[in-house]
């Protein structure tokens, strides 16, 4: 019985490896585009706030200051 599972097993395995690996190149896709669009970060703010704020908080953390507030004075420009 534990002979007829293993190929199971490893079926299951290689789906969550690839699920993971999907996600970590989806994740780094977006933040390059996010890292280098600032009209990607505006659509970004309209439709998915909340995956914005976690872009702007890691790159806080890496010690890069002021694109949030460039962000939001060049969208309040652009409203006036």
């Known amino acids: 019985m534990a002979r007829a599972m293993e190929p199971l097993a490893r079926k299951i ?6 699920a993971e690996l999907a ?3 989806g994740a780094y896709f ?3 585009k996010m890292n280098s669009s600032q009209d990607f970060r ?3 703010s309209k439709k998915f ?6 872009y702007y908080k890691s ?5 890069m200051y002021g694109i949030r507030e460039k962000d939001q004075e060049k ?6």
């Open 59 to 63: 790159i806080e953390q890496s010690g």
């Open 49 to 54: 706030p909340f995956i914005l704020e976690v």
């Open 75 to 80: 969208w309040l420009d652009n409203k006036n």
């Open 13 to 18: 395995f290689k789906g969550v490896l690839a």
């Open 42 to 44: 505006q659509t970004m």
């Open 23 to 25: 996600g970590v190149l």
């Open 30 to 32: 977006l933040f390059k």
